[in-house]
């Protein structure tokens, strides 16, 4: 029952001044974002591949209502693509972007700017030799993401996405972007949606990114499977040796901060390990779904308001 709750809390601006008010936020933020500005993060990324792992970076910012903020955040991003341009690490480090972030609802063009917004920088991190995934949101968004990803993958075929098993439409997605080339994150799903579009029990969501994770894996594309619950993570690697892919084709994905010990594991058992990592002064609305994912987020950050509040 927590879930929605926290879910509802993440759109609310009366409660994001309360949150972000409080003197024991700022640690507890620290442990699921990796700074408010771009240099802290870089600093997040060498750590990280120095250990073997690697990166995607999400500037933060989603559900914008001025195409200045659209705007703003594209050139973000093309700011990121240069830092990372600036390394040796390739497509070790590459970003996730919410298209509503780029101007997706605007009512105005939306779609177009959030297009062109994207375009410039899938081109940009092109240039520097990494790739751009885009990220799901809720269910309203999913069929302008898929467009913009098709018409991406036209000239840039490496720009991967992600897609959510509590949505019932998602196996069928899966089955239509599991072929040659696609990158494809599969993730549980991290909105509060309604019966008539998802999945409402925690069983039945696993159950579905089981059978999803099935189709990915036989299939031609690169499965990349965000998981913290461990029995995904053994069902991927059973799947990865039953349908006979080797350690390159596939990866796992992973929250920074979270199951850091497991990200570490995976690594030194050889398997590629990707750290999903978030940057940026707009980290209320990650932090809450954070928060609503794992029962265990709520009590950490529950422990920090009494022992520090």
């Not at 659209?70 to 590459?94: C, H, I, K, Q, S």
Request: charged share 25%; glycine share 8%; with cysteine.
């Amino acid at each position: 029952m927590l879930g929605p709750v926290l879910l509802a809390a993440a759109r609310s601006d009366s409660i994001r001044r309360i949150v972000a008010a409080a003197p024991v936020t700022r640690p507890v933020v620290d442990r699921f974002v990796a700074g408010e500005a771009l240099a802290p993060a870089m600093e997040t990324v060498r750590s990280l591949t120095d250990a073997g792992k690697r990166v995607t970076l999400d500037h933060l910012g989603e559900d914008i209502t001025e195409r200045s903020e659209a705007l703003g955040n594209r050139d973000a991003y093309l700011r990121l693509v240069e830092a990372l341009a600036g390394t040796d690490l390739g497509d070790r480090a590459e970003m996730s972007v919410k298209l509503s972030a780029f101007g997706l609802g605007l009512a105005d063009g939306g779609e177009d700017l959030a297009f062109e917004n994207v375009l410039a920088v899938v081109e940009a991190a092109a240039e520097a030799g990494t790739t751009v995934t885009l990220d799901a949101e809720d269910h309203t968004t999913i069929d302008s993401m898929l467009a913009v990803l098709a018409e991406l993958r036209k000239r840039y075929p490496q720009t991967g996405v992600v897609v959510q098993s509590y949505l019932y439409r998602t196996e069928d997605d899966c089955r239509a972007l599991a072929g040659a080339g696609s990158r494809v994150r599969l993730v549980k799903g991290a909105y509060d949606e309604p019966a008539s579009v998802a999945y409402q029990s925690k069983h039945e969501v696993d159950r579905a990114y089981v059978r999803c994770l099935k189709t990915l894996m036989a299939g031609k594309g690169y499965p990349m499977v965000g998981s913290h619950d461990p029995r995904m993570v053994a069902l991927a690697e059973e799947l990865a040796v039953r349908n006979g892919r080797k350690s390159d084709e596939y990866e796992f994905q992973m929250l920074y901060g979270i199951r850091t010990e497991e990200q570490s594991r995976l690594v030194a058992d050889g398997r590629r390990m990707r750290v999903y990592v978030p940057y940026g002064t707009d980290w209320y609305g990650y932090f809450m779904r954070r928060l609503a994912e794992r029962p265990a987020n709520v009590g950490f950050f529950l422990r920090s308001l009494v022992t520090r509040g």
